[in-house]
């Protein structure tokens, strides 16, 4: 089935809305965050407060290359990886606020057969290409290779650690073929080509289909930078892809004859989509079907920039190919965003990772969904730093949001107990409440995330200016009622904030509903209703919604960052951090010089311990050293060893040491002596 409400702009009231799998090999940290899962949220709970039938739809990516290298990295089992960061990803989403109806797994039971039943439907209807091809193997480790565990040098900027799918270095998209020197990551070996047989889909034939769904339907309605991408992709003709893979880890293709082959990721990844919700589903009494099958639902999926090809050309000729699924009405794919003008990248440690900040700001959460929407790159890659994180929040949401809502609540008790005051309900300034309202709902139905807090905080500022023109704390005296309206019409926009904040600051949206002692209402009563909280209603006490972050918060949090920015020039990552800087007057004291070591015994009592006599060419003495756990006395007898000469005399288990080796310890911590390179160097030969 392909329904002409695809190509029907008209909203409909069910929103089927997902937002990209996250790959469980490693926490979320704020490019997610500002890129997919903040603006998704956002939009989720825009439309739950506007009446819609909504599912919220995302779930971990437990399959697929980045998987197994983490798990080969980390010496255990693809399993323990996706356990692992499947737990954390899911905590950070929640402590965040990201309201998913369901965070799964594609790991689970009911993933697998939904994805293995999707890829039979298309098996028994002819839709694949059975082709054989050459691949590369490695025959150490008997197993083909995914592209990703192929390293060679790149042909476009001589990179020697490109991969066999893209060149880090300049963003080249690659093949393995066109590696030069390909060797495998698993063995270090220069792989074969060996004939393997996989099932293809033939993107080609959908090409018609896509030209006519996307550059003609959604022409005038689709992001520039995703239409642009998918033209440009279509332009180019499309090619049969693989949708299986000869691999050991992932969902295993349902069919006789295929031992070790697996479905390609980005085949079952976006099934992941229809699987969690059926789980969804199943849990609330509903038909899963409505939500992906019926007329009346909208698909949007929430994706950064790289899934686009993806989710605008793959996914939907899979399920063109399917025939009984909704095209998406929607794909509003994010740029990058950067870290303090550097990119973000998980393998350098450049990132604000979600969990540590929510250790690091707890109860600031919102602070963090405000800042990076307000950066959201939308259309073209935008920058966060710690210093604008500072001073959206303090000049902003302290200084805007926060003082309007505090002066009206602290009024309000001062003078009236607590009482809403009498007002005039048809006063003209109620009317920028129904007028922000409706500027949000335009803005966030054009997903345009920037532009709608924008509007949000406009109605904190005329808030502000009201207070500020009509100066309660002065008219009270003499003008009672005029005060009284003033604080009226301040507590109807303090409401209206309370209300209207939801979807993008849902932690502050709860306090202040609590604050003014008001339920959670529809989106369209702020829309069109004058008088949202009633003279004589009884509010609660005020309590500061955000607080001034300090200086020396910001200044440990770059300091972090320029920790890590150090850590990466190291070329051992395991190497201590230098010492003090001494000048050159203190080195100049230290005697270093060759010497041989003469006699080597154990000292009694004394497990690490060993006693020497060494010539140092200058005199022969004793020096007692820590390192019997790394060597036996018999190896140490006759070898040229470098020695601390002029170090004060002290003693160590009634021995008088006069001297201390030169060692270092080696990744499996034993020890290792420096010794000159030249075995015939003569004892007592100065060093530096």
Same mark, same amino acid.
């Given at each position: 089935?392909?329904?002409?409400?695809?190509?029907?702009? &008209?909203?409909?009231?069910?929103?089927?809305?997902?937002?990209?799998?996250?790959?469980?090999?490693?926490?979320?940290?704020?490019?997610?965050?500002?890129?997919?899962?903040?603006?998704?949220?956002?939009?989720?709970?825009?439309?739950?407060?506007?009446?819609?039938?909504?599912?919220?739809?995302?779930?971990?990516?437990?399959?697929?290359?980045?998987?197994?290298?983490?798990?080969?990295?980390?010496?255990?089992?693809?399993?323990?990886?996706?356990?692992?960061?499947?737990?954390?990803?899911?905590?950070?989403?929640?402590?965040?606020?990201?309201?998913?109806?369901?965070?799964?797994?594609?790991?689970?039971?009911?993933?697998?057969?939904?994805?293995?039943?999707?890829?039979?439907?298309?098996?028994?209807?002819? &839709?694949?290409?059975?082709?054989?091809?050459?691949?590369?193997?490695?025959?150490?480790?008997?197993?083909?290779?995914?592209?990703?565990?192929?390293?060679?040098?790149?042909?476009?900027?001589?990179?020697?650690?490109?991969?066999?799918?893209?060149?880090?270095?300049?963003?080249?998209?690659?093949?393995?073929?066109?590696?030069?020197?390909?060797?495998?990551?698993?063995?270090?070996?220069?792989?074969?080509?060996?004939?393997?047989?996989?099932?293809?889909?033939?993107?080609?034939?959908?090409?018609?289909?896509?030209?006519?769904?996307?550059?003609?339907?959604?022409?005038?309605?689709?992001?520039?930078?995703?239409?642009?991408?998918?033209?440009?992709?279509?332009?180019?003709?499309?090619?049969?892809?693989?949708?299986?893979?000869?691999?050991?880890?992932?969902?295993?293709?349902?069919l006789p004859n295929a031992e070790g082959k697996?479905?390609?990721?980005?085949?079952?990844?976006?099934?992941?989509?229809?699987?969690?919700?059926?789980?969804?589903?199943?849990?609330?009494?509903?038909?899963?079907?409505?939500?992906?099958? =019926?007329?009346?639902?909208?698909?949007?999926?929430?994706?950064?920039?790289?899934?686009?090809?993806?989710?605008?050309?793959?996914?939907?000729?899979?399920?063109?190919?399917?025939?009984?699924?909704?095209?998406?009405?929607?794909?509003?794919?994010?740029?990058?965003?950067?870290?303090?003008?550097?990119?973000?990248?998980?393998?350098?440690?450049?990132?604000?990772?979600?969990?540590?900040?929510?250790?690091?700001?707890?109860?600031?959460?919102?602070?963090?969904?405000?800042?990076?929407?307000?950066?959201?790159?939308?259309?073209?890659?935008?920058?966060?730093?710690?210093?604008?994180?500072?001073?959206?929040?303090?000049?902003?949401?302290?200084?805007?949001?926060?003082?309007?809502?505090?002066?009206?609540?602290?009024?309000?008790?001062?003078?009236?107990?607590?009482?809403?005051?009498?007002?005039?309900?048809?006063?003209?300034?109620?009317?920028?409440?129904?007028?922000?309202?409706?500027?949000?709902?335009?803005?966030?139905?054009?997903?345009?995330?920037?532009?709608?807090?924008?509007?949000?905080?406009?109605?904190?500022?005329?808030?502000?200016?009201?207070?500020?023109?009509?100066?309660?704390?002065?008219?009270?005296?003499?003008?009672?009622?005029?005060?009284?309206?003033?604080?009226?019409?301040?507590?109807?926009?303090?409401?209206?904030?309370?209300?209207?904040?939801?979807?993008?600051?849902?932690?502050?949206?709860?306090?202040?509903?609590?604050?003014?002692?008001?339920?959670?209402?529809?989106?369209?009563?702020?829309?069109?209703?004058?008088?949202?909280?009633?003279?004589?209603?009884?509010?609660?006490?005020?309590?500061?919604?955000?607080?001034?972050?300090?200086?020396?918060?910001?200044?440990?949090?770059?300091?972090?960052?320029?920790?890590?920015?150090?850590?990466?020039?190291?070329?051992?990552?395991?190497?201590?951090?230098?010492?003090?800087?001494?000048?050159?007057?203190?080195?100049?004291?230290?005697?270093?010089?060759?010497?041989?070591?003469?006699?080597?015994?154990?000292?009694? &009592?004394?497990?690490?311990?060993?006693?020497?006599?060494?010539?140092?060419?200058?005199?022969?003495?004793?020096?007692?050293?820590?390192?019997?756990?790394?060597?036996?006395?018999?190896?140490?007898?006759?070898?040229?060893?470098?020695?601390?000469?002029?170090?004060?005399?002290?003693?160590?288990?009634?021995?008088e040491s006069q001297g201390m080796f030169l060692?270092?310890?080696?990744?499996?911590?034993?020890?290792?002596?420096?010794?000159?390179?030249? =075995?015939?160097?003569?004892?007592?030969?100065?060093?530096?």
């Open positions: 089935m392909f329904a002409t409400q695809n190509f029907n702009k &008209k909203m409909s009231n069910r929103k089927m809305i997902t937002a990209a799998l996250p790959y469980a090999n490693g926490p979320v940290h704020i490019g997610h965050l500002a890129g997919v899962y903040i603006p998704a949220d956002v939009y989720a709970r825009f439309q739950r407060r506007s009446g819609k039938d909504v599912a919220f739809i995302c779930g971990s990516d437990e399959h697929g290359i980045p998987i197994t290298i983490r798990a080969k990295k980390e010496g255990v089992t693809p399993q323990d990886i996706v356990d692992k960061y499947h737990e954390i990803i899911k905590k950070s989403f929640s402590d965040l606020g990201i309201s998913f109806d369901e965070y799964s797994r594609t790991t689970s039971a009911n993933h697998r057969e939904t994805s293995q039943d999707f890829f039979k439907v298309l098996y028994e209807k002819g &839709k694949f290409t059975e082709e054989m091809s050459e691949q590369y193997f490695d025959e150490q480790a008997g197993e083909f290779l995914a592209d990703r565990y192929i390293v060679g040098t790149c042909p476009n900027c001589g990179n020697e650690n490109a991969y066999g799918d893209q060149c880090e270095k300049c963003g080249s998209t690659l093949s393995p073929s066109e590696l030069i020197n390909p060797k495998s990551m698993l063995s270090g070996n220069v792989p074969i080509l060996k004939e393997t047989k996989n099932w293809y889909l033939p993107l080609n034939e959908y090409e018609d289909f896509l030209n006519q769904w996307i550059i003609e339907g959604h022409k005038d309605d689709w992001k520039p930078n995703v239409y642009g991408q998918v033209k440009s992709w279509l332009n180019d003709g499309l090619k049969p892809r693989a949708m299986t893979r000869d691999l050991n880890w992932g969902v295993p293709v349902p697996v479905l390609y990721v980005w085949f079952d990844a976006p099934i992941g989509y229809i699987s969690f919700t059926k789980e969804w589903a199943a849990k609330n009494g509903k038909d899963w079907k409505d939500y992906w099958q =019926s007329e009346g639902s909208d698909l949007v999926h929430f994706i950064g920039k790289d899934n686009i090809v993806f989710h605008c050309i793959i996914f939907p000729a899979m399920m063109k190919a399917h025939g009984d699924f909704n095209m998406p009405k929607n794909v509003p794919a994010f740029e990058f965003l950067n870290l303090e003008n550097d990119k973000i990248s998980t393998s350098r440690n450049w990132a604000v990772w979600a969990h540590e900040y929510v250790e690091d700001f707890p109860g600031q959460q919102d602070v963090l969904r405000y800042a990076l929407l307000s950066s959201a790159p939308e259309t073209k890659d935008n920058n966060f730093t710690w210093k604008d994180f500072q001073t959206k929040n303090n000049s902003e949401l302290v200084g805007i949001f926060g003082n309007f809502i505090n002066r009206v609540a602290v009024l309000i008790h001062k003078y009236y107990d607590g009482i809403v005051p009498q007002g005039d309900a048809s006063a003209s300034e109620l009317t920028e409440i129904n007028k922000s309202a409706k500027e949000i709902s335009g803005f966030l139905e054009n997903y345009e995330f920037r532009n709608s807090l924008t509007a949000l905080m406009n109605l904190a500022r005329f808030g502000n200016q009201y207070l500020q023109t009509e100066e309660p704390w002065k008219t009270i005296k003499d003008n009672p009622e005029k005060a009284a309206h003033s604080l009226f019409v301040g507590a109807q926009i303090a409401v209206a904030l309370a209300q209207l904040c939801e979807p993008f600051m849902p932690f502050s949206s709860e306090k202040l509903l609590n604050m003014f002692n008001v339920q959670k209402s529809d989106w369209k009563d702020i829309e069109t209703k004058s008088v949202l909280i009633q003279t004589g209603h009884k509010i609660n006490e005020a309590s500061l919604l955000f607080s001034k972050i300090e200086d020396d918060v910001i200044e440990a949090q770059i300091q972090k960052l320029e920790d890590t920015k150090q850590n990466n020039k190291k070329t051992n990552p395991n190497a201590n951090p230098m010492k003090e800087e001494i000048q050159f007057d203190d080195f100049a004291k230290i005697d270093l010089r060759t010497a041989t070591i003469l006699t080597a015994e154990k000292v009694e &009592k004394a497990d690490k311990l060993l006693k020497f006599t060494v010539d140092t060419g200058v005199d022969v003495r004793t020096v007692v050293s820590g390192v019997a756990e790394s060597f036996s006395p018999e190896e140490l007898v006759g070898k040229q060893v470098m020695i601390l000469l002029n170090l004060a005399p002290r003693k160590i288990r009634g021995i060692l270092t310890t080696k990744p499996d911590g034993k020890l290792s002596f420096v010794t000159p390179d030249d =075995s015939n160097v003569e004892n007592g030969i100065e060093i530096g």
